[in-house]
């Protein structure tokens, strides 16, 4: 890869309120090596390539810590009866389009993405790094349970559903069979396990307001994750699904728009995090069957009220886009980002989406497959990498059009777009 030169940048580090004005950024390889004061005089070598920034802003690659990269852009139906080989071939694509639009890392929570991530460390298909769960472990009738009622009850001799055979999900019920699962996904790669501890909106089973899973059987996916050093995320929006994942040490909630008060007290207590979606209107609505879309609606009226109450209690918040099953709604991933502005500044934002969400991924301890700092614009860093046509601090719309926006775009040193 050599030598690349950011020159005349003004650089947002990842973290902060302010950028830092005309600076020259060195990259080595893979790794942010020099952050210098502008010199207009410095002479290169000619195998160092340069990148005239004249002013734009230089940022970390954007995260986005809750990412389905099998199943954004397929429908659901696509996504519960296709072909596996069809569906990667689909994600494969969209892989390139997620990194096409910044996003240089995702944290994968939930889908069959393994060899997904091999083809993309390998170079064989450009994408964002990608950190899996591997098959979301579901009780029967939880959110990750697809099956048709028509495949019910149960046979041993019939064998495993389609949405388990693919990888997507894997339904456990009792805790020796969660421990099971858990193994089975830690085996696989997963960096971390995705359980469901309440009920979902894609999934017609489940009301939004149950509780899944017993305490015993969460605690037997956190023994399995915490015994090879990493952790448990729960998809969960009530105040008794959260408290009970919190209880049995569950270290990153998912959603969470219909919580309290309290609840959010504890959240704080516990030291977990709170991965929230920016979900307002019709606009974010997945196309789901109509018999899930009150759900989606009364999960919309807790946005405002989850983001000001974890503001209040100082929360460590991560954000995620969370989006399915549309490649028009795929394609506004930077626009779920810039909504964060209704609560947050543009600064605060985007240290969420770079450095915050990079923190987050740090719980993957030894089962972290990109060992180096993520999310930051430092020397030593890695050279994931945004040149942004603007400043983003004053304007994050800007994010919300990579096409015209992002000139630069570089993962781990490599230049995947340079329109400079």
């Not at 298909?125 to 950190?131: A, K, M, N, Q, T």
């Not at 770079?354 to 050279?383: C, F, K, M, W």
Request: charged share 20%; glycine share 10%.
């Amino acid at each position: 890869m050599g030598v690349t030169v950011f020159a005349d940048v003004q650089v947002f580090p990842g973290h902060g309120t302010t950028v830092l004005p005309s600076r020259d950024v060195t990259v080595t390889d893979a790794t942010i090596t020099s952050i210098a004061d502008h010199d207009p005089a410095a002479t290169r070598d000619a195998d160092v390539t340069t990148i005239e920034g004249r002013g734009r802003t230089l940022m970390p690659g954007l995260i986005d810590a809750h990412w389905h990269a099998a199943f954004t852009s397929v429908p659901v139906q696509a996504a519960l009866l296709a072909d596996v080989n069809y569906l990667m071939l689909i994600a494969g694509r969209q892989a390139t389009a997620t990194l096409m639009r910044g996003f240089t890392t995702v944290r994968d929570c939930g889908g069959p993405v393994f060899g997904l991530k091999r083809a993309i460390d390998e170079g064989i298909v450009d994408g964002p790094r990608i950190y899996p769960a591997g098959a979301m472990i579901t009780q029967t009738s939880g959110h990750g349970d697809f099956r048709f009622t028509t495949e019910l009850p149960t046979d041993r001799c019939c064998g495993l559903s389609h949405i388990e055979r693919i990888g997507a999900s894997a339904i456990a019920d009792g805790a020796d069979a969660v421990l099971k699962a858990s193994r089975e996904q830690l085996m696989l790669g997963a960096t971390h396990l995705k359980l469901m501890a309440g009920g979902g909106v894609a999934s017609a089973h489940d009301p939004l307001d149950v509780t899944q899973y017993t305490e015993a059987e969460l605690r037997a996916g956190v023994d399995a994750a915490e015994n090879w050093g990493t952790y448990v995320m729960v998809h969960a929006y009530t105040p008794r699904a959260i408290q009970q994942a919190l209880r049995a040490g569950v270290r990153s909630i998912e959603h969470g728009h219909l919580t309290d008060e309290a609840t959010v007290e504890r959240i704080a207590e516990a030291g977990a995090w709170w991965c929230l979606q920016a979900f307002l209107d019709d606009e974010d609505a997945p196309p789901v069957p109509p018999a899930s879309r009150g759900k989606f609606l009364e999960m919309v009226r807790g946005t405002d009220t989850a983001y000001e109450l974890a503001i209040k209690h100082g929360v460590k918040v991560a954000w995620g886009s969370d989006i399915l099953f549309s490649a028009e709604l795929t394609a506004k991933q930077g626009r779920q980002l810039s909504k964060l502005t209704r609560w947050y500044t543009a600064a605060e934002a985007l240290a969420m989406a770079t450095s915050g969400n990079a923190e987050l991924l740090q719980l993957s301890g030894l089962r972290n497959p990109y060992p180096g700092v993520l999310g930051r614009v430092e020397e030593g860093a890695i050279a994931d990498l945004l040149l942004v046509d603007g400043d983003p601090l004053a304007n994050l719309e800007l994010i919300a059009d990579p096409d015209a926006n992002l000139k630069v775009i570089m993962k781990d040193g490599r230049l995947f777009k340079n329109e400079a």
